[in-house]
Each structure stands twice: as structure tokens, then as C-alpha cells.
């Protein structure tokens, strides 16, 4: 798999169902997610997050926010409440033709096409926050350890990074097809069996790795947390960054 095949099928369920894309439920397919609703999902994310940031003594309200794989902005309009400005990235026009079209933060968040597997677009130590939550575990490996390196470059010092990694699929029936069909096998199925409008990927970063990553670039994980989602058939790991340096 690679990095334009997840581009070409991400526009694809941009273009086609954005908002159950970005949050698969099954009974939200074919445009049935309540724009509120799916709006709310993001603040109760956002929430959270900030009360973990907080009990961790690092801020909770910031300048400049980089929400990377933006999607339909679910997530960026809830950072917005909490930041000067918010950065939403994507590799999905369509995406961000649909986030443009919900967002309520009167000019408080911007959304960019990005088509690389880089963040060139943005300087280096230019956001307090880089978020990304359901995003990472749609690319390949290489890929999300290139990333990794370039949410540390763009963080100023003592800038904190908010991020959810998929771990490793469970032992369900459906986690061990993960685990053991070949990725054609699994992405024939989504669009045959499934019926989705286009694949999604799904990868395994072990915790060491995203660690190793970060640290090699001057970043240090500080907390994290894993948790088995029955639902997705996964495990999935959220981490929180702090970028070397004097803020």
C-alpha cells in the first residue's frame, strides 16, 4: 500500500460519505451522521484531551493548532474553542470541501490540502499543539514514522503533540483477519463484503517505535494510555509529546 493509493481512496470516501468516513458507525452510512452529533463527538474528544493535558500540568488553551488529518473538521472546530487560530490539514480535497462547509469558528480555522507524506507547507516551530486522533492508523509504517518526525520539527519548544496510534488488532474474528489476511484480501473484502466506497488501511505501530521515533528528533513521550476497542477490533494507543526546549 502506498501513500498515493491512500490519497486516491481517501478523496474517494471524501467525495462519497465524509462524515461516517472520518467516524464509522454502522448505523450512520450513506449521510446519516447528524451534523450536531457528529459535531459534539469532536468536543467530547477535545474534552478529554484537555483534561489529560491538565492533569499533566501542560496547557490547555493554545495560539496556533495543527489538527493533522483534519477530515470534516470535527475535531478543529472543537480545538478552536480552545485556540487563536486551527490548522486543518488533509489529503482529501473533498474532506476539506466538507469542512469548510460545516465550520461555525467565524475564520478561526483554515483548511489545507497537503498531498505529500511531509508537512514542508508549514515553517519549523510554528505550533503550541499538533492533534491527530483516528488518522496515523490509516497510513503505512514508514510513512507515519516520517510524520512523527515532522510533528516535532513543527512544534515550537515545550510544544505538546496529542496523538492515537492503532497498536494491534485483537483476537476477534475480525482482528484476526487483520492479523493474518494478506492487506489485497482485506481491502477486496471492505469493497465486496463490506460494501465501503473505498478501502481503509489499517497499521500496527508498536509504543516502542513511536518512542524511538520521537526521540530521535529531540521529543519525548510523556504519557500514554492503551485501550482495546472491541468495536474496531482494535487496540489503540494515545500519546502525549513534549518537544524539547523552552517554550
Given at each position: 500500500m502506498s501513500f498515493e493509493q491512500v490519497k486516491r481512496d481517501w478523496t474517494e470516501l471524501g467525495a462519497q460519505?465524509?462524515?461516517?468516513?472520518?467516524?464509522?458507525?454502522?448505523?450512520?452510512?450513506?449521510?446519516?451522521?447528524?451534523?450536531?452529533?457528529?459535531?459534539?463527538?469532536?468536543?467530547?474528544?477535545?474534552?478529554a484531551a484537555r483534561?489529560?493535558?491538565?492533569?499533566?500540568?501542560?496547557?490547555?488553551?493554545?495560539?496556533?493548532?495543527?489538527?493533522?488529518?483534519?477530515?470534516a473538521g470535527r475535531l478543529s472546530q472543537a480545538l478552536a474553542e480552545h485556540a487563536d487560530e486551527v490548522i486543518g490539514v488533509?489529503?482529501?480535497?473533498?474532506?476539506?470541501?466538507?469542512?469548510?462547509?460545516?465550520?461555525?469558528?467565524?475564520?478561526?480555522?483554515?483548511?489545507?490540502?497537503?498531498?505529500v507524506p511531509d508537512l514542508h507547507v508549514f515553517t519549523s516551530n510554528s505550533f503550541d499543539l499538533v492533534y491527530s486522533e483516528l488518522v496515523l492508523q490509516h497510513l503505512p509504517g514508514k510513512v507515519i514514522a516520517g510524520y512523527l518526525?515532522?510533528?516535532?520539527?513543527?512544534?515550537?519548544?515545550?510544544?505538546?503533540?496529542?496523538l492515537q496510534c492503532t497498536t494491534r488488532p485483537l483476537w476477534t474474528l475480525k482482528g484476526t483477519i487483520w492479523r493474518l489476511a494478506p492487506y489485497r484480501l482485506v481491502r477486496l473484502g471492505q469493497k465486496l463484503v463490506l460494501g465501503y466506497p473505498a478501502p481503509m488501511r489499517m497499521t500496527a505501530?508498536?509504543?516502542?517505535?513511536?518512542?524511538?521515533?520521537?526521540?530521535?528528533?529531540?521529543?519525548?513521550?510523556?504519557?500514554?494510555?492503551?485501550?482495546?476497542?472491541?468495536?474496531?477490533?482494535?487496540?489503540?494507543?494515545?500519546?502525549?509529546?513534549?518537544?524539547?526546549g523552552t517554550a
Open positions: 460519505d465524509p462524515l461516517w468516513a472520518v467516524h464509522v458507525a454502522p448505523d450512520k452510512r450513506g449521510g446519516r451522521w447528524d451534523v450536531d452529533d457528529f459535531l459534539d463527538l469532536g468536543r467530547r474528544d477535545v474534552g483534561k489529560w493535558l491538565a492533569d499533566l500540568g501542560l496547557a490547555t488553551e493554545w495560539e496556533r493548532v495543527l489538527d493533522f488529518g483534519c477530515g488533509d489529503v482529501s480535497e473533498p474532506m476539506l470541501e466538507t469542512a469548510r462547509a460545516l465550520d461555525r469558528t467565524d475564520g478561526r480555522c483554515q483548511f489545507v490540502l497537503n498531498e518526525a515532522e510533528f516535532v520539527r513543527v512544534l515550537r519548544p515545550g510544544g505538546v503533540a496529542v505501530l508498536p509504543p516502542a517505535r513511536v518512542r524511538s521515533v520521537v526521540a530521535a528528533h529531540g521529543a519525548e513521550v510523556v504519557a500514554s494510555v492503551t485501550t482495546d476497542e472491541p468495536d474496531t477490533h482494535w487496540q489503540s494507543t494515545k500519546y502525549v509529546i513534549v518537544k524539547g
